[in-house]
Each structure stands twice: as C-alpha cells, then as structure tokens.
C-alpha cells in the first residue's frame, strides 16, 4: 500500500494516458503508463540518493551511466577520481533514487524486488522497498531511453513494477565443455539486465568436476582436465553476482552423473573401478553406492566445505537420470534394499536423499533436486525442480513440495523464443488448486553445455532466453508473440551493450568457415545463408553427429546458424500474409520475389563457388542444394498465384515430394523455411477453392494438405 500511494503522490500533475505504453521495455512492467511530454537526456544529466545510502545501488547505477554513455556518446560528470558525481540535492537533479532500506547483502528467495518509477519532463523518480528493486529499476530506466531527431531522452511514463514469481534462473552447465569465469560473468551482466535473480550452476557431471575442494583435492586434480574454479574465484563470482540481485544456487549432481566423482575416489561407486572422465553425452553407468558409509564421510566433508563456500540457503544435487544398471548389477546393494525394506532402487534413492538432506540440514541448507528425486519420503522443505514436464510441477506441489519449472525452458535444444515464450510454469488451466499455485516458485532457463564452447554459448542463450524471462516476470496475460519478437529485437542489442557475443561471435566464425580465400561477397553470401539456417531440434544433434566427443570442435556450419531464424521467420510471416487474404496482394508478391531473388544468387555463388572449394564448407552442399529446390518451388509458386495458372495435381505432388527431402537435416542444420514454401505451393495449387471458403475453413484446408495443425511461426 505504500508504495502505490508514494507512487501516486509523486506523479501528481504528470499527465497520464492510460493503455499507451509502446515503449521497448523487456520484461513488460506489471503496471505501466505512457504520459506525456519527455525528459532530456544530455550530459548535464545528474543523480541525486534520497534516504539510505546504499553502495550497491551506487554501483548498480554507475554500470548503468557508463552503458548509457556507451550508446548516446554523451559523458556525464566526474569528481577527479574518475566517480560519477552523486548526492545532489534531489530537486535539482535529473534522477532522484529513494530505497527504504539496504537489504540483503546476499540477496535471497522472497525479498521484495519491486519499484515504482516516474519520469515527468522535468525529473525521474525511482523508488525501491531495497536494493534489488531499485537495481531493476535502473535496468527499466536504461531500456527507457531513446531519441530522435532532437536528441536523446527519456518519455514520461509511470511504472508500478514487480515480478510475477521469486525465483527466476539460468542455469549453466559448466562441466560437459568447461565456461571458464569471463563466459559466467558477462552472462550475469546480461541476466541483470532483464531482471532474472538465479544463476544455478551446475558443477559436477560425468565429464568434469569444476569446483575446487580443499579437503578432497584429487576431485578436482582427477576429475577436471585442470579446468575447475578455484574457491577464492567462486567468491569473486558470488559477489559479482550479488552486485547485480542475483543469487547462486550450486549443484552437485549424486548418486547418478557421478563418473568424476569415481574417477578419484572409485571405491565409493556401486561397481568395480578404475573410471575415467567421459567425453561423450548421455546417460552413464556410474553411480555412487548409497549402501557404503564412506560415501557419507566424503559428502559430509565436502557439502560442509560447499555449505561454507556457498551463502544461499538452498543447494541442489541433482538426482536426475539413474539409470540403476550399477545398483541391479550388485547383489549387496540389491541385499541391502531388501534387508532395509526400501523395496526397489526408488526406494534406496529415497534412503540416499534423506541422508543427505541431514547432511545439509546440518549446515544450514536445504535439498533441491530434479523431479526424479520426488519419492514417497522425500524429507520436507525440498524444492522439486521439474525438467520432464508440467506433471512434476502438479505432482511436486500436491504433496507440498515448492517447485521450480524447467521443462520447455531447455534453450539448449534450439527451440524458438515463441516455444519458450508460450510456456508458462503456473498456466491458468493447469489444474492446480490455489495452494499448490503458491508453491510453484517460477523457473530456470537451462543451457546443457553439450553442444557449446566459450566462443558460441551466449548465441544458444540470448536473446531468447530473455523471452523466457519475461515469462516469469511480467503478468501472466502478457502474451504478445509478434510484440515480444519487436521488443527482443531491441533488447538483443541492450544485451550487447552489456557484453553479450550472441551476434559479435559470428563474422569470425563465419571467416574461419570460410577459409582464407574467401571474398567479402563469399562471406556476405554465406551469411546470407547461414541466416536462414537453425541448428536441429530436441536431442536430433546427438544422432546427426554420433562420433563427436568433447574434444571435437565446435565450429562447424550448425554453430553458425541461431536457434530462431529472424530472416526466416519474417519470410514465413510474409508467406502467411499472402495466402490467407482473399486478394493476392501484389506488393506482398514482390517482396517475397525480392527475397527469394537474393537468396537465389547467394545459393548460386555458394554451390558453384566457396562451398565447391572448401573443405569445411563441404558439408553445407546438401543443404545449398535444398535451399535451392525451396527457392525454385517458392518462385514459381508465386508465378501461379500471379497469374491464376495452378500446377497440376501431379506437379504438386512431385514438388511437395522435392520439399520433403529438403526438410530433411544436414550436418545438424535444417531450412525452418520449408514448411512456408509446402504451405505456399499448395496455396497456389488451390487458389480456386478460397473464394468458396471464409478464412478459417480455408486455413483449414491448407493445414490439412501440409500436413500442419497451425503455421508454425503463426502471429496468433
């Protein structure tokens, strides 16, 4: 109540217009409204605190002015220490921040992060309960500012802000291919920016062991390749992370994924050693033997060490993924079930959890875990984080477990930001009843680093993830595919102000792939073409390239191409455009033409030049020529709508029979434009049939024949 009614006695006499909030702000504000007027923006731009002095806020704004500076050209004032200049008096400033209190030093679950923000043509207020509001406050602020011909500025705009769910993360797997500290720290700068506060870090896998212990050293000395973050290191991240509202959650992933756990200590595994790191994906024998009390005397040492080492409350060790081959195989542990009336190897998970939840119990911590870990027994308190689906966020909330939701949120497998986007971890038709909705905590982003280098990760987790971030901070009722598409537009340049290499990584790449005998034309023919690539979807990377390991580059034509095609998708959504009016819109028919001509010539001085002559563009050939059978097939398809000539129910057979195999993958890329140009053709075909048919029965009958229940890249 406080806050609404600060909110309202600082925006007396600002002028508001109610629903007229157009501005590029990601995530959309809870409350929002457009006023009128703007206020200047220029380097007599001045700062002043009201209330607690908070250096965090300071900081947080100092990052901000530099970002500002960095994209305006403007330079604000220094003292002659190099600091931005602060406490002004507040009515003489250009901005006037206001937080009640300092907060947490360490951020944590359910602290207040909302704020209120106020830009009249003559001063911007930011009022925060603490420092976590007034940091997104400043980030809303930053995404605020824009120009026009009379320079830069800031619009009038009232905004009552706060997040829809307290827990919203990214986590980052650091072990299948090492992320040394820069890649997780300009990755924090970039979950800053759009607000979410978790950074799960997933430490332990079967191919790397990457945290430092002190006690148990041959962990890391045998189980990293020499990669790992030493304990000094991961304090520096914590309190980067701490800096910008963000809370670090580390996991440790036992009994299963645990070869370089074994690979020091094989004793403590349900089968026989030596073991060594594994350099390949999936799902691996290795599993610590619940049934050994070493086991314990390791994990009570070194979650001790890990509870000292990590502030956060909550400590997440895994659980996924067992796939009991060890367990069944040993006829003591399979004794020890029966003896302990533990019933089946479920039964035995269960026994292991409660052991380690004393553990962490002990040391302050409290036991999350991936949906796997929600048995009959789980002790009370555990979060349940469900990466299978909807059912383990129902199922984990109906015994009165928190939750946390992964499941489509996996931007490893290069689904769209729209996926993502329509993904919610608390649907309104969910059936969850009122309290199991209180239990729901929000969700993490997740990138899985099988497919990932230092060089390519940030392009498979921005922008897209910052859709996902939306989802767990703005209401649920913001839901505007084609506006977030705008927005993320422009946000994806914000997180390149911020450090990002999602789209900066490219052109080298692009270079390397190319060869040194590459022209400039040669490189812009290939960007053409890799603009209209995305990588394979789901786990499909897996079975396309079976032989690669963890040593194997990743460099190759499916690094080059993004997981959510903008020249593809703006392709499809003009394809649309054509085939659902009644009219053909001549306009619309020469754009698309336009396109298709240049993408024509690039495919040309691809397939009879560089990729002709290039070993490692060798492997784009395929789908050079099946981009080139989907231009063909567009342009004459668009050839019939023009002049009313169909194909014959044959040649539509034959060309759509072309479209089939030129869906089809190649090293691990694919053309999203096929399903456009199937919908285009058969459009064409039965253009006679649309004028009998009102809208929706004629998109009907297109699904039908391309075999598609909606457009995959639909605006609704």
């Keep these: 109540m406080y806050r609404t009614l600060f909110l309202g006695s600082f925006l007396l006499g600002l002028p508001v217009v109610a629903n007229a909030f157009d501005n590029d702000v990601m995530p959309v504000p809870a409350l929002a409204q457009r006023g009128q007027g703007r206020l200047a923006l220029t380097g007599d731009f001045t700062v002043a605190f009201k209330g607690t002095g908070n250096p965090r806020v300071k900081h947080a704004l100092d990052r901000a002015l530099l970002r500002v500076e960095q994209r305006t050209g403007l330079t604000f004032a220094r003292s002659s220490d190099g600091e931005y200049l602060a406490g002004r008096k507040p009515g003489d400033s250009s901005l006037v921040i206001e937080c009640e209190s300092l907060g947490n030093d360490i951020p944590a679950l359910g602290e207040d992060e909302s704020y209120a923000l106020a830009v009249s043509p003559t001063q911007a207020k930011l009022h925060a309960a603490n420092t976590l509001g007034a940091m997104h406050g400043l980030e809303t602020l930053l995404q605020l500012v824009q120009s026009d011909a009379d320079g830069w500025f800031i619009p009038a705009v009232s905004i009552e802000d706060r997040p829809r769910f307290p827990w919203r993360g990214l986590m980052i797997d650091v072990c299948r291919h090492w992320q040394p500290m820069e890649v997780i720290k300009r990755n924090l700068d970039g979950m800053a920016l759009v607000k979410l506060n978790v950074l799960h870090l997933h430490l332990t896998e079967d191919q790397g062991f990457r945290i430092e212990s002190k006690l148990f050293p041959r962990l890391q000395q045998l189980g990293s390749d020499g990669h790992f973050f030493t304990q000094e290191e991961m304090r520096d991240l914590i309190r980067y992370a701490a800096e910008r509202g963000i809370r670090v959650v580390p996991e440790f992933d036992i009994p299963g994924h645990a070869t370089s756990w074994v690979v020091a200590y094989p004793e403590l595994a ?78 035995l998970h269960t026994y292991f959890n409660g052991k380690i939840h004393a553990i962490l119990a002990k040391h302050g911590k409290k036991l999350t875990g991936w949906d796997e870990i929600l048995h009959a027994g789980l002790p009370a308190g555990s979060v349940v984080q469900s990466w299978r689906g909807p059912d383990g966020i129902a199922a984990a909330t109906r015994q009165g477990f928190p939750a946390v939701l992964s499941n489509g949120y996996y931007i490893d497998l290069c689904y769209t930001a729209r996926a993502h986007y329509l993904n919610d971890p608390a649907p309104e038709d969910a059936t969850l009843t009122d309290d199991q909705r209180k239990l729901v905590l929000g969700g993490e982003a997740t990138m899985w680093s099988e497919w990932v280098t230092p060089e390519t990760i940030d392009s498979r987790t921005w922008p897209r993830t910052a859709a996902i971030a939306e989802r767990l901070w703005s209401p649920a009722g913001v839901r505007d595919v084609p506006d977030m598409y705008r927005r993320l537009a422009v946000v994806s340049r914000r997180l390149e102000e911020a450090g990002l290499r999602h789209e900066g990584y490219l052109d080298p790449a692009l270079r390397r792939l190319a060869g040194d005998g590459a022209s400039g034309t040669d490189l812009a023919a290939l960007r053409v073409f890799v603009d209209v690539l995305e990588p394979v979807k789901h786990y499909e990377r897996g079975r396309q390239q079976p032989d690669h390991t963890q040593f194997t580059p990743l460099n190759g034509l499916a690094d080059c191409s993004r997981p959510d095609s903008a020249a593809s998708r703006d392709f499809s959504e003009r394809v649309e455009a054509v085939i659902r009016e009644n009219n053909i819109d001549e306009g619309e028919l020469n754009r698309l033409v336009e396109t298709l001509a240049a993408w024509n010539s690039s495919a040309d001085r691809l397939t009879n030049g560089l990729a002709a002559k290039s070993p490692r563009l060798e492997e784009a050939l395929p789908l050079l020529r099946s981009w080139s059978v989907a231009i063909r097939i567009g342009r004459d398809s668009i050839e019939s709508l023009r002049t009313g000539k169909a194909a014959s129910p044959e040649a539509l057979k034959s060309e759509l029979a072309e479209l089939e195999l030129a869906a089809l993958p190649h090293a691990a890329a694919e053309l999203p434009i096929i399903n456009s140009i199937r919908r285009l053709a058969v459009a064409a075909a039965i253009r006679d049939q649309r004028r009998a048919l009102d809208d929706e029965a004629w998109l009907r009958r297109l699904n039908e024949l391309t075999g598609a229940e909606k457009p995959a890249t639909s605006r609704h």
């Design 270 to 347: 349900s089968a026989p050693g030596p073991y060594v790191i594994e350099r390949k994906w999936g799902v691996k024998d290795p599993v610590l033997d619940p049934t050994n009390p070493q086991v314990y005397d390791l994990l009570e040492g070194f979650l001790g060490e890990m509870a000292d080492l990590f502030p956060d409350p909550y400590l997440h060790i895994g659980g996924d993924e067992n796939n009991g081959v060890q367990w069944n195989a040993n006829p003591r542990i399979q004794a020890f079930i029966r003896e302990h009336s533990l019933g089946d190897n479920a039964g």
